[in-house]
């Protein structure tokens, strides 16, 4: 699936695409952002992908992340996927709020619906995207499939942590590493994540504990295991308590006795960008050590 270039901006010493698909997955237009670093390299140019949080497009962390410095440091591509499929037509007997920003458009909590079939962002991001994105050029070799990293920020951050512990128990292709600022950590046990699983699963959300990164970073199958995992979370963000249920990963990684997940709790941040800027150079560093870039 071939991608149309809307704009070429450059930014730090790489060049940003703007760019525009037809996805087959979600079926319909798709916007994304691409950051193409300055580095040039022998070897394949790594790729992180950013997914965004809820109500954001592309652009949210592409104009104030300050990722592209950090990627322009290290060597390696920026994808900024959108959050969820757009221009949505509800079937007339789907009760949606659309004036929620927790739901729908912006909200697409990066899973496979069973009752809409655009709301595939699951697959659009782990499948449809890297391979497109492989069979593209933009001036430099990256890899978008094999060589990749995952990060993201609050539905996002869930989001990077579900599709890393899926490619662990080989579910999908795996990532290399993950990062989450401020993750929705438990979704079946806080209200953003309980009301998608009711609009977006038949089952609701029986159907959310197989996506829900407590569950799983608590399940058998990670028992002892050693991953490579840092996630931030500030303690004077709004939605902490109520929403993110930081704590539950916490005492599931350690009654698991899960090993190398960092979870570090800073005071005084919020939820907004300022608090996601601060920790992206750290959080960079940690994916460029990963991804063998240091
Ligand atoms: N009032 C906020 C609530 C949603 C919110 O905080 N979203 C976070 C992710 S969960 C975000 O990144 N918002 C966009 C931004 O800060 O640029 C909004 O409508 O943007």
């Not at 104009?63 to 290290?74: L, N, P, R, S, W």
Request: hydrophobic letters at 35%; proline letters at 5%; glycine letters at 8%.
């Amino acid at each position: 699936m071939s991608f149309s270039i809307v704009k070429e901006i450059a930014v730090c010493k790489g060049k940003l695409y703007k760019l525009t698909h037809e996805s087959s997955t979600v079926k319909g237009n798709m916007n994304l952002n691409l950051y193409v670093p300055s580095k040039t390299s022998s070897t394949k140019i790594p790729t992180i992908y950013y997914l965004s949080g809820l109500t954001c497009s592309p652009d949210n962390c592409t104009e104030k992340g300050f990722v592209q410095f950090q990627a322009d440091k290290y060597g390696f591509a920026v994808v900024y996927p959108d959050t969820s499929p757009r221009n949505v037509t509800w079937p007339k007997d789907v009760n949606i709020d659309t004036s929620n920003w927790a739901l729908g458009e912006g909200a697409g909590f990066y899973l496979n619906s069973d009752k809409f079939e655009n709301f595939k962002m699951f697959d659009y991001i782990c499948k449809e995207l890297p391979v497109s994105l492989n069979e593209s050029e933009f001036g430099k070799t990256i890899d978008f499939i094999e060589k990749k990293s995952i990060m993201g920020h609050s539905m996002g951050g869930m989001g990077a942590l579900n599709f890393y512990l899926k490619g662990k128990l080989n579910e999908i292709s795996p990532y290399v590493s993950c990062s989450a600022f401020a993750p929705v950590a438990n979704p079946t046990d806080c209200p953003w994540g309980v009301d998608a699983f009711e609009l977006y699963f038949e089952k609701g959300i029986k159907a959310g504990e197989a996506i829900d990164p407590t569950l799983i970073i608590g399940s058998e199958a990670f028992k002892g295991k050693s991953l490579d995992i840092l996630i931030t979370t500030g303690d004077s963000d709004p939605f902490f308590k109520n929403q993110l249920r930081t704590e539950n990963f916490i005492k599931a990684v350690e009654e698991n006795n899960v090993q190398n997940v960092t979870i570090n709790i800073e005071k005084g941040f919020d939820h907004s960008y300022f608090f996601v800027s601060t920790f992206v150079p750290q959080h960079c560093e940690f994916h460029a050590q990963k991804l063998g870039l240091i």
